[in-house]
């Protein structure tokens, strides 16, 4: 009896509830103010993956018989910051920074260089080959105070060919030989996607021609755009050579143009190349003396240019020994670009997307080059200014410094950003519970 008494009660109670609530007022929420902000972000360091080495044995000891090793080695790293290790590699809180080293003999022997860059989340490397003779050497430096872990996808002319994690400890480096892990690739592409921080992703391409080195060089990190310019693929000599290395990650119809000084180079087949997803393709641009290559294409793509330098062997009479130089395509905006000088004998190649004036300017302001260049004009002028000077050149225009030391060293200093965009954000505050 009680129960029923209790389960009346109850049922009562809940209809007057009901009843009470329906006669509440309904108020709308009011509007909160906001404002709107730029914010700066802060840079975070840039990072040098450090010194080349030798796939196999140690660069430090020389062998006199195969010549794997080399004492006639230097290395400077160039930056106006502090530094400091990140592994074996080099963390700077400059603007810009970048390595330079030159290996005399051995099986790395040439010029290579590579501007310090920032960490990405997602990055893609276009260099370096895994066939017989080839090694492809991928760097990861963490120039952060907490721990990485990237994912690592190789591509080869097939598309996708293996993905593999790897853990970089705070200020620490994780390294690969790629040809452990995907052999026999001509053609080699690289993703590294590291969420939160990000890591820094470079490739040493070092090649040798049976016990003759083949050269060595670093390939650095880009972003896909729908349109690119590589600005300098002339050759060195009558016997080097030029190929360019192209990927398009959802795959993307493309159209490419040689410019020269005086004219556009009749590129034959190359004026709607299919590129699909994933695939990389290699494509031998034209002998030019001094050149740049252009690319237009319906959807992000990635470009590289590979030029190989012969030079004369020092070790075995009549043998033939070359250098090998990377330069990647660059996404021409409207945002200022810096490099460093690398030394050596250094050019300034450039490129203008339409008419206007390019200038090389020095850190105390001197106008170190004054050109007026015409729409799909290409230059390359010397330059004499001491190693480590940070350039800075004018927005809208491609452009990249080349250094060479005869005979047959070869080696490209690509420019950098020295800022990054503003955020838009919009602050406000709103009432979370309606008030009468």
């Given at each position: ?21 329906a006669d509440l007022p309904v ?16 840079l975070q360091d840039v990072a ?216 556009d180079v009749v590129w034959e ?168």
């Amino acid at each position: 009896m009680w129960r029923a008494l209790a389960s009346a009660a109850a049922a009562g109670g809940a209809v007057a509830a009901v009843l009470w609530s329906a006669d509440l007022p309904v108020v709308a929420p009011r509007e909160g103010s906001a404002f709107t902000a730029e914010v700066e972000p802060r840079l975070q360091d840039v990072a040098c993956p450090g010194p080349v080495s030798v796939p196999v044995g140690d660069l430090d000891s020389p062998d006199p018989v195969l010549g794997s090793g080399a004492d006639d080695r230097t290395i400077a790293v160039y930056t106006r910051g502090s530094t400091r290790r990140a592994g074996e590699g080099v963390a700077s809180d400059a603007a810009i920074a970048a390595s330079v080293e030159r290996v005399g003999s051995g099986d790395v022997a040439g010029l290579a260089a590579i501007t310090c860059t920032r960490a990405l989340s997602d990055q893609w490397i276009l260099g370096g080959a895994t066939t017989i003779g080839d090694s492809a050497r991928l760097v990861l430096t963490n120039p952060a105070a907490v721990a990485v872990e990237a994912t690592v996808t190789i591509y080869g002319s097939l598309g996708k060919d293996a993905e593999r994690v790897v853990a970089i400890a705070p200020f620490g480096q994780g390294e690969m030989l790629l040809e452990g892990v995907s052999p026999e690739i001509a053609a080699l592409a690289v993703r590294v996607q590291a969420p939160g921080v990000g890591i820094v992703a470079a490739i040493q391409d070092s090649r040798l021609n049976g016990f003759q080195a083949a050269g060595t060089d670093w390939a650095s990190a880009a972003v896909p755009a729908p349109d690119l310019v590589v600005p300098d693929v002339g050759a060195v000599g009558a016997d080097s050579t030029a190929v360019l290395r192209l990927l398009a990650p959802e795959g993307a119809i493309v159209s490419l143009g040689l410019r020269t000084p005086d004219t556009d180079v009749v590129w034959e087949g190359v004026r709607s190349l299919q590129l699909e997803p994933g695939l990389v393709v290699d494509v031998p641009i034209p002998a030019v003396d001094v050149g740049a290559v252009t690319v237009s294409g319906d959807g992000p793509v990635l470009a590289s240019a590979l030029i190989t330098v012969p030079r004369v062997s020092a070790t075995v009479e009549g043998a033939l020994a070359a250098d090998i130089a990377w330069v990647r395509g660059q996404a021409v905006d409207e945002a200022s670009l810096a490099a460093v000088a690398p030394g050596y004998t250094a050019a300034l190649a450039v490129y203008a997307p339409r008419a206007g004036v390019f200038q090389l300017t020095t850190a105390t302001g001197r106008v170190l080059v004054d050109l007026q260049l015409a729409a799909d004009e290409t230059a390359r002028v010397p330059i004499s200014v001491p190693a480590g000077s940070v350039l800075t050149g004018t927005a809208s225009f491609a452009w990249t410094l080349r250094a060479s030391d005869a005979p047959g060293f070869l080696t490209f200093v690509e420019p950098g950003r020295t800022d990054a965009d503003a955020e838009t954000v919009t602050v406000g505050v709103a009432t979370y519970v309606p008030l009468p």
